[in-house]
């Protein structure tokens, strides 16, 4: 898309500007995205499945951030039984 500008500044001085710029379409694109179905609990428990199963946050970071107060390891707990729960209302 291109831009196009005349004008006059504060001093009487005429100017014109002109900018190009792009943007992304897609089809129905006033309707919101898909994410193939239900709430996204499904997908929040794996995301965290993956952070928690032991390969992706280390336990040294672990022991490092519940020394400053932020408790990871009862934060997967409790975000375990949400899952589980999740899962058993399906």
Do not use: Y
């Not at 994410?35 to 199963?53: A, K, N, P, S, V």
């Not at 990871?72 to 409790?78: E, I, M, Y």
């Amino acid at each position: 898309m291109r831009v196009r500008a005349l004008g006059e500044s504060f001093r009487g001085s005429a100017f014109q500007r002109e900018q190009t710029l792009s943007a992304a379409i897609r089809p129905a694109g006033s309707q919101p995205p898909t994410t193939g179905g239900g709430d996204g609990r499904q997908l929040w428990c794996e995301i965290l499945h993956c952070l928690f199963g032991g390969h992706v946050l280390s336990e040294k970071l672990l022991v490092e951030l519940k020394s400053k107060g932020i408790d990871l390891a009862a934060f997967a707990r409790c975000q375990e039984k949400t899952c589980r729960n999740s899962n058993s209302k399906r």
